[in-house]
């Protein structure tokens, strides 16, 4: 029986036996809606985003002199977008046939400062926004149109040093909150789930950082630092599971992107459709940027998350609209993944719910391709990403391989415009990753 024909039911069964089975899916997420009716029932706005971005220009000066990699953009973190037209070749050739039609783009935060990798966004954020309101309150700065260097002052300094900061992380939010917080002066604790990579517990430790270890997921990392923070009334616990915050601070990527359209003369509107391709853990990342692009830039603007098959958690709870009260182990699947940042078995408790009215669909991709997208990469445009990050390259090949997206572009009616189409690979992370780790990655086949 062709699929076209089956009722939605039973698609649904076929697609919850795929995810069960770890098969790579494509799923069009149909509770999608209009930008003027999903903002209305949203709860964030982009009042909050501009405030969250107001925030980032208030703390650049600081920001600035704390890490002079960021001198060049004037203490603002963030990253290039570029064309890959050699990956784009490199994808249509016979060997992997995409037919990607339009222009192929990278969004490279893998090269964002200070963290080297997506999580120097929402995961700085929180940690200044938090700061901010210690030193108000703590007389550190007298307000907001104070001069934030003082932060670094020995009198910040002294400050800080007796407030604590802790998370939960697979290795990158981790490294973000760890590196900020300890610049700042913070007693800074990282619970490591055991999908961390060894290089990013040393990276911290250099820093002085305290990491714990956990022998188990992500999902238990972030219980214990939950615990263990709220024990203590000088600690502050970024939950990466509940946090606006860090939503928000991914969100004003969107309003910066919004102005490289600009600068690099790329139209989005209907006869110019954009397509974005971003790898998902727990969902805040993706979440926010896809939060703020549908605001920014408009109905025209189709996003698609990517996770791996064996820890595909926002799609389980999506399809099944239990969100966080299920886990991908609940469905007999390991959890367990080579992209590391994306090893998370249980979503986020409200990025789920949030996000569906302004997302266009997930999509998941097995391991083995993810190494193979990496070296392509490598060998197409000279560009070095972590597994995790390779995950979005499987949107624009997944874009031209499947019945769902293929139909999505139809219902959608884009067809007549894909010649005019944009797809962006949000590159999520790799910057940091040391030049040992990188030739064994680049030459890890499974
Ligand atoms: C954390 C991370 C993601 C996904 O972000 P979530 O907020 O967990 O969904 C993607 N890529 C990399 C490299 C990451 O570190």
Redesign the pocket.
């Given at each position: 029986m062709e699929i076209d024909s089956l009722s939605s039911l039973e698609k649904r069964e076929i697609l919850f036996k795929d995810i069960k089975n770890a098969i790579e899916v494509e799923w069009i997420n149909t509770f999608k809606l209009p930008n003027d009716e999903a903002i209305i029932r949203s709860t964030l706005t982009m009042s909050d985003v501009d405030s969250a971005e107001a925030r980032l220009r208030r703390f650049a000066p600081f920001i600035r002199m704390a890490f002079p990699e960021t001198i060049e953009d004037k203490g603002i973190i963030e990253s290039p977008l570029v064309e890959v037209p050699d990956l784009k070749k490199a994808l249509n050739s016979s060997k992997l046939d995409a037919n990607i039609r339009g222009k192929l783009y990278m969004k490279l935060d893998n090269e964002l400062p200070v963290a080297g990798?997506?999580?120097a966004r929402?995961g700085i954020y929180e940690v200044l926004k938090h700061t901010e309101e210690l030193a108000v309150k703590g007389g550190v700065i007298d307000s907001y149109e104070d001069d934030y260097c003082k932060l670094a002052s020995p009198a910040g300094k002294a400050f800080f040093a007796t407030k604590k900061l802790q998370v939960g992380s697979?290795?990158?939010?981790g490294l973000s909150i760890g590196i900020s917080g300890a610049a700042i002066g913070y007693e800074t604790i990282v619970h490591m789930s055991s999908d961390a990579a060894e290089w990013k517990k040393e990276l911290l430790r250099s820093k002085g950082v305290r990491v714990v270890e956990y022998g188990g997921d992500y999902t238990e990392a972030v219980a214990n630092g939950r615990a263990d923070s709220a024990n203590d009334p000088d600690s502050y616990f970024i939950d990466?599971e509940k946090s606006l915050d860090?939503f928000l601070g991914?969100a004003v990527a969107a309003k910066r992107l919004q102005k490289q359209l600009r600068q690099q003369h790329i139209t989005v509107d209907k006869e110019h459709p954009l397509f974005v391709y971003?790898?998902?853990?727990?969902?805040?990342?993706?979440?926010g940027i896809t939060f703020g692009l549908r605001q920014f830039l408009g109905n025209h603007v189709h996003c698609f998350f990517v996770e791996p098959t064996q820890a595909p958690c926002?799609l389980l709870g999506m399809v099944t609209g239990l969100y966080n009260n299920i886990s991908v182990q609940d469905i007999g699947l390991s959890g367990k993944t080579c992209?590391d940042?994306?090893a998370?078995g249980r979503p986020?408790a409200f990025v789920g719910d949030f996000i569906k009215p302004f997302l266009s669909g997930i999509i998941t991709v097995k391991d083995k391709r993810l190494f193979e997208y990496m070296r392509l990469l490598w060998n197409s445009e000279r560009i070095f990403i972590?597994p995790?990050?390779c995950?979005a390259i499987h949107g624009p090949y997944a874009m031209t391989h499947s019945n769902e997206m293929a139909d999505y572009c139809y219902d959608n009616k884009l067809n007549r415009n894909m010649d005019n189409a944009t797809h962006i690979i949000w590159a999520?992370?790799?910057s940091l990753v040391p030049e040992d780790i990188r030739q064994e990655l680049l030459a890890k086949r499974v």
């Open positions: 990798s997506v999580k929402g697979t290795g990158n939010l990466d860090l991914y971003i790898p998902c853990g727990v969902g805040g990342a993706p979440g926002m992209a940042g994306l998370v986020s972590e995790s990050s995950a999520t992370g790799g």
